[in-house]
């Protein structure tokens, strides 16, 4: 069975500097990998994913993250933080490969970033 | 609409009571997921259906949740004798397909409070 591991509940940073959110997993065959964003009352949307191929994978608003098989990890990053990232943010896995539904996501608890002036 | 939809956005019952949310997927998707988020739970799966094939329930908390899909199309979550636990947000997803190469793509849920 997978699981997932978000690294703190609440990350703060100021506008302009470095996101840094980090999320590692549990899987016994290759994952599939998201980052999905929370806006306050709003469903979740999808920021980027990894399947297969390049280990670095581009999403949405500037956020990328990098799948480490050797780590485990799948740490999301943006440059430069901007006001309106502020939202909850949700790292989950999909066991499709061994043989579950690919919609069948397993989430980590989500952090919390703050962006302050 | 472009997106998918659920309803009632919020509903309120009382303990005891059996209540139905409600999941319109984007128009073409063959696939519908039912997650649940909760303070304590955070989110958590529970009932997929993709296309004909019989749905994976292995996520439903208990015999009081059930859901069903009507053609293909619209499908309502029902819980039965609700429970304070039972209170949560409720979100439906759809895909085109159940493939890593779709997008999942969730509505903005159901929030459910049980006084």
């Known amino acids: 069975a997978q699981s997932v591991t978000q690294l703190g509940s609440h990350v703060s940073v100021s506008e302009g500097a470095l996101v840094l959110l980090r999320c590692n997993y549990s899987s016994s065959v290759p994952p599939y990998l998201f980052w999905y964003v929370q806006y306050p009352n709003q469903g979740l949307q999808l920021l980027l994913k990894y399947t297969t191929g390049a280990t670095l994978v581009k999403g949405i608003n500037g956020f990328e993250a990098e799948f480490k098989k050797s780590e485990t990890s799948f740490h999301l990053t943006k440059p430069s933080a901007h006001m309106s990232d502020a939202a909850e943010y949700f790292c989950?896995?999909?066991?499709?490969?061994?043989?579950?539904?690919?919609?069948?996501?397993?989430f980590g608890q989500g952090t919390i970033l703050t962006v302050h002036p | 609409g472009a997106g998918v939809s659920q309803s009632p956005s919020n509903k309120v019952t009382e303990k005891g009571k059996d209540v139905e949310l409600r999941c319109d997927p984007i128009?073409?998707?063959?696939?519908l997921y039912w997650y649940r988020q909760s303070l304590g739970q955070g989110l958590e799966f529970l009932i997929y259906?993709?296309?004909?094939?019989?749905?994976?329930k292995s996520g439903l908390p208990s015999d009081r949740f059930s859901a069903e899909r009507t053609g293909g199309s619209v499908s309502t979550l029902t819980i039965q004798r609700t429970q304070q636990e039972d209170s949560a947000v409720y979100l439906c997803?759809?895909?085109?397909?159940?493939?890593?190469?779709?997008?999942?793509?969730f509505g903005e849920g159901s929030w459910l409070t049980v006084v």
């Open positions: 259906f993709q296309g004909n094939s019989a749905p994976d």
């Open positions: 997803a759809s895909s085109q397909r159940d493939r890593g190469r779709s997008t999942i793509y």
């Open positions: 128009s073409g998707h063959t696939a």
């Open positions: 989950a896995v999909s066991d499709e490969a061994g043989g579950t539904s690919y919609g069948k996501l397993t």
